[in-house]
């Protein structure tokens, strides 16, 4: 599989990277929150919670080293196989699901899914920062999937 | 004059019930995209695009979805492995 690509600008890097500093961590703990662990059985229970939590760290380590590493203008993280641009893609979900229960808990589903047309003058600036990024973070899942199946959307 | 005593012969037979059976079960979310759940559940389930699209648009119109039924094990190691792609994988026992 030839390397896959992902652009931004050097300003929507910068934005991003910023963001990710702030909500990696949280994200790490959304995702394993947001585990539907089974009952009944501690074992398994720990280690799913372990498996869990280990998986989030490293997806948080990943993202923060592919922002720090996309330098230049454009800027451009380079994904050299599937393996990477699955977890690539995996971390970009966590984030975007930390954003959502973190940040903005109290939108929609409905005007969530519609977030890039979102921009609700009403809300604080801080939140609405938030869904541009919610909505960028989105942008990037698009692109790496439509490369990885280009019919993916259809 | 005394009944002969008839021992009743009983038969016993030993009936395996078949091992539980159970669903892995995932349900819609806002967040992830349709093509997300789709590579999600190539990977995951290793199935053909063409059905991992069709159980992404019964998850997207039903709100659920039964991905893949059997034993135990494997139905929680599956549904791990979905929710380490961050989808609402859920285990069901099989009705």
Known sequence: MPELRLSMTKEARTVLTDLLRLIAPAAARVSVNRARVPEGDPEVAAFWTETLTAQASEEARLLAAAFAQAKGDPAVIVLRNEAQAHAFLRALSAVRLALRDLVFPDITDADLEAAGELDDESLPTEKRHALACYTCFGLLQQSLILQLDPEAFE | ?95
């Not at chain 2, 995209?33 to 290793?46: D, E, H, I, K």
């Open chain 2, 1 to 95: 004059m005394a009944k002969p005593k008839i021992k009743p012969e009983i038969k016993t037979e030993t009936v395996v019930a078949p091992a539980p059976q159970w669903n892995v079960v995932v349900l819609n979310d806002p967040i992830n995209f349709m093509g997300y759940v789709v590579v999600a559940f190539v990977s995951v389930l290793r199935i053909s695009n063409g059905e991992a699209k069709k159980l992404m648009r019964l998850v997207h119109e039903e709100g659920r979805a039964t991905v893949w039924t059997g034993d135990r094990e494997r139905a929680e190691l599956l549904a791990l492995e979905l929710q380490q792609w961050h989808l609402s994988a859920i285990l069901e026992a099989d009705a």
